[in-house]
């Protein structure tokens, strides 16, 4: 998984931080929330139902979920809009 994200379309991006919405994804609704690269990628999938992280990957990731859900919030239509235009 790591360094997957590089190659995706980003909606969103504050500071290290990006908001990544894949095109070939799964249910339910989610953005992938990127900080780094390689060994110290930090992954933080969060619910675009109800902004809660699904899963959290990477060193010290804990400490960035708050940041994670507040990016997605201010980018949420964005988001929205992104997931639909791809997966319908």
């Not at 997957?4 to 609704?29: C, F, W």
């Not at 809660?52 to 990731?61: C, K, V, W």
């Not at 994670?68 to 980018?75: E, F, G, S, Y």
Request: net charge positive; charged share 25%; glycine share 10%.
């Amino acid at each position: 998984m790591v360094g997957q994200y590089e190659k995706m379309g980003e909606v969103a991006r504050s500071g290290p931080l990006k908001v990544i919405v894949n095109t070939n994804d799964h249910p339910p609704p989610h953005a992938h929330v990127v900080k780094g690269r390689g060994r110290g990628e930090i992954v933080i999938r969060i619910s675009l139902e109800d902004l809660m992280p699904m899963s959290i990957e990477g060193r010290g990731a804990d400490r960035v979920v708050q940041d994670a859900q507040k990016l997605v919030l201010r980018n949420f239509a964005a988001c929205r809009d992104k997931w639909n235009e791809y997966h319908g």
